[in-house]
């Protein structure tokens, strides 16, 4: 089989192994397609802070069980399936508190992009799904990014009516699009990129900002009612420089999520004054956790998010690199790499 293994920044390979064989409780998967990501491309450009490569390169893919470990019941050889690229331990102090995106032991399983994939028994029992006959691969494979965008969503308390910008129109940000105009949320969008500004049109946003001109705070806070500033401001591009624009696009006692990563050892600079007179709340988010992984691919399930509004080009396995830099350019929103042709 063939697998794309990462060593550092802009040194990708993709190397001969054997297809792995199921311990207990875990299964083998065939990956049938993986999505290009924009944390793919950070960790492509930069790394990803905390992670020791080499280890699998890609976290967003759906294909079919090439075989089953012993103990396994609940998923058959053949059957088409998702998993989530992590699953909580379940026991310490932080799942106990509800917070399973903080957890202590969080298993992780990348090396999405692969002909074939190990998936650890946690993940097997908490987070892999059967995919309907409706469903295709590239669909399902969209269930990773949407969680993260459920619990972003979910956490930031949108109320029907609310005003909300979201800034940068990738996949991120666009999905949270989709999913604020579902809440009755009326959407600001904001990006550099014309092509991504018309998809977020199509998402429902009710205005869109092109942040390559004049500035974007004000013509953001020009759009809302009485010119106040937005109910929710939401960050989804990763640039420090956005966060501290996003915070100041927040009206009086409105709530600020900054939820795209940041390069390790990224400072923040925001006006006290500001978020302590204006009685900001502003929350950081990270990942996602079982149950709002179970929301999205109910989600995907109802065609809430479909995958040609998101999947530009297709790529084989052997320009995978050439995928992560186009997508790099921002004139796309994911790129589709067929893994077994």
């Not at 396994?72 to 310490?92: I, L, W, Y």
């Not at 149950?291 to 399930?301: G, Q």
Request: negative net charge; contains cysteine.
């Amino acid at each position: 089989m063939k697998k794309v293994m990462f060593y550092g920044p802009k040194d990708i390979k993709i190397e001969e192994c054997e297809i792995p064989i199921p311990g207990y409780g875990e299964i083998v998967v065939q990956n049938k397609v993986a999505l290009t990501c924009g944390t793919d491309v950070k960790t492509y450009m930069r790394g990803y802070p905390g992670d020791i490569p080499p280890y699998g390169f890609g976290h967003e893919a759906s294909g079919i069980i090439y075989s089953v470990g012993e103990g396994v019941t609940q998923f058959h050889k053949g059957d088409r399936v998702v998993c989530h690229n992590s699953a909580p331990c379940q026991e310490c102090f932080y799942c106990k508190k509800g917070i399973h995106s903080m957890c202590e032991d969080i298993l992780w399983n990348m090396g999405a992009f692969s002909q074939y994939q190990l998936i650890p028994e946690r993940i097997v029992k908490q987070n892999t799904f059967l995919l309907p006959d409706s469903m295709n691969y590239e669909t399902a494979a969209l269930m990773e990014p949407l969680s993260c965008v459920t619990y972003g969503v979910e956490n930031v308390g949108v109320q029907l009516g609310d005003t909300v910008v979201v800034n940068g129109t990738g996949p991120i940000g666009l999905m949270y699009i989709a999913l604020l105009v579902k809440k009755g949320a009326r959407v600001i969008a904001t990006d550099l990129s014309e092509a991504r500004l018309r998809v977020a049109k199509k998402m429902g946003a009710a205005e869109i900002v092109n942040a390559a001109f004049g500035d974007t705070v004000e013509q953001v806070r020009r759009l809302t009612p009485d010119e106040r500033g937005c109910d929710v401001a939401i960050e989804a591009t990763g640039y420090p420089e956005v966060w501290e624009k996003n915070i100041r696009m927040a009206r009086k006692g409105g709530t600020v999520l900054l939820f795209g990563g940041t390069k390790a050892g990224t400072n923040l600079v925001a006006d006290a004054n500001l978020v302590h007179y204006s009685q900001l709340t502003i929350m950081g988010l990270y990942h996602t956790t079982p149950r709002y992984t179970m929301a999205a691919f109910e989600m995907l399930k109802d065609g809430t998010i479909k995958a040609e509004d998101f999947i530009s080009e297709s790529y084989p396995l052997r320009e995978i690199e050439i995928a992560i830099l186009e997508h790099a350019k921002g004139q796309c929103i994911k790129n589709k790499i067929i893994l077994n042709e």
